[in-house]
């Protein structure tokens, strides 16, 4: 069960810049955040894809996914005080997504892939694995 008295918190992580940090224990399994955003279709997400592109400094926090056929996304990037876009990257991360619905709305969820500390950094893979991705952003093999 999460406990909102002690939500993770955003920290400066060192060669990352922003992360998140569990304040508390969490078992394998627990709900951790939201990845929230705007949900948009596939069309609507590469318009705005390329928009960001143009702007460095506003960056990119878009979560595809396919949800009863079609596939979706999740624009995080507008800053919201939401935790789940802060989530940095490893392939050996102690976070996953899990995609759940509510009312045949779809919502995508971190909840704990291992047990994790107070004080651990929160990590999922992103699951990009794109040539040019991996070339603009080499962290992505890490």
Not at 13 to 33: E, L, N, P, Q, Y
Not at 52 to 63: A, E, P, R, V
Not at 92 to 113: E, Q, R, V, W
Request: hydrophobic residues 35%; negative net charge; charged residues 30%.
């Amino acid at each position: 069960m999460f406990d909102f008295f002690y939500p993770p918190k955003v920290k400066d992580i060192v060669g990352k810049g922003r992360g998140v940090v569990a304040t508390r224990h969490f078992s394998k399994g627990d709900f951790i955040v939201e990845y929230a955003g705007n949900l948009i279709d596939r069309k609507e997400a590469k318009l705005k894809e390329a928009e960001y592109l143009q702007d460095t400094s506003i960056g990119c926090y878009m979560y595809y996914f396919i949800y009863k056929n079609k596939q979706y996304c999740v624009d995080a990037t507008a800053e919201s005080g939401r935790l789940g876009r802060l989530i940095n990257h490893s392939k050996h991360g102690n976070c996953c997504t899990k995609l759940t619905s509510i009312d045949d709305t779809p919502y995508l969820i971190l909840c704990a892939s291992k047990d994790i500390e107070i004080d651990q950094e929160l990590l999922y893979d992103y699951g990009d694995r794109d040539k040019e991705s991996l070339e603009a952003h080499p962290w992505l093999a890490l």
